[in-house]
């Protein structure tokens, strides 16, 4: 099992610019997961999916953030423009359903830059 | 009121000791209980995790769950300086089923 696999592993981007973030979960999991971490605010979520719907989309903090997932073994997130801020460790996760909840596995992370 | 709390910090521990852990939740139809590790610029790997009341031991670890309190803790016995980590509390089901949310963590430091 190649385990979740996330790309890039770093992008620096100037402010104003597109960034695409990509993920494939680990095969025959049902849910995806996108988190941010910052050390002000820890790990955040940003939507989750469920068989390849998005069900909770709460966390996107605007509408320059935009998530997809267009089968079951891809999903991208999206900062169309990005500003410094943005700048975080982003977590791709995938979890299987298990009755009563089961543990999200993580990727390792894409380093965003934005200056 | 954030929906998971933790400490954050840092605990300090002496190699050999017990660390102790804790964290608090707010939804009270959470189902499912992990614990975390993170090293620095890594990504979360799962230690532990508890679905009913009481103790469950792996090792050197023992997680507790007491949902009448909304209370969880991570228990590290034997503490080894490779135990310095920060150390994430996440909860799972209730109000949103599948959703997953993590506490801010808990920085332990373990010294020889």
């Known amino acids: 099992d190649a385990g979740v696999i996330q790309s890039p592993r770093h992008e620096v981007t100037e402010m104003g610019q597109e960034v695409t973030l990509r993920c494939k979960p680990i095969?025959?999991?049902?849910?995806l997961f996108w988190y941010r971490q910052t050390m002000m605010r820890g790990l955040e979520l940003l939507i989750y999916f469920n068989n390849n719907v998005p069900i909770d989309d709460s966390g996107m903090p605007e509408d320059r953030f935009s998530a997809k997932m267009p089968n079951a073994s891809f999903s991208t997130l999206k900062i169309q423009p990005s500003e410094p801020r943005d700048s975080a460790v982003y977590f791709c996760?995938?979890?299987?359903?298990?009755?009563?909840?089961?543990?999200?596995?993580f990727g390792n992370g894409t380093r965003l830059t934005v200056t | 009121q954030k929906e998971v709390e933790q400490n954050s910090g840092p605990l300090s521990v002496p190699e050999g000791a017990i660390a102790s852990l804790n964290c608090t939740y707010s939804?009270?139809?959470?189902?499912?209980f992990f614990w975390y590790r993170q090293y620095s610029g890594k990504s979360p790997e799962l230690i532990m995790f508890?679905?009913?009341?009481g103790d469950k031991e792996d090792g050197r670890f023992t997680a507790q769950l007491n949902k009448a309190s909304q209370y969880v803790s991570l228990l590290i016995r034997d503490s080894q300086p490779s135990d310095s980590a920060t150390y994430l509390c996440?909860?799972?089901?209730?109000?949103?089923?599948?959703?997953?949310?993590f506490g801010q963590g808990t920085i332990l430091t373990v010294h020889p």
């Open positions: 095969s025959g999991h049902d849910y």
């Open positions: 939804d009270r139809g959470s189902q499912s």
């Open positions: 508890i679905y009913s009341n």
């Open positions: 996440a909860v799972r089901g209730g109000t949103s089923y599948g959703k997953l949310t």
């Open positions: 996760a995938s979890s299987p359903h298990l009755p009563g909840g089961s543990p999200l596995h």
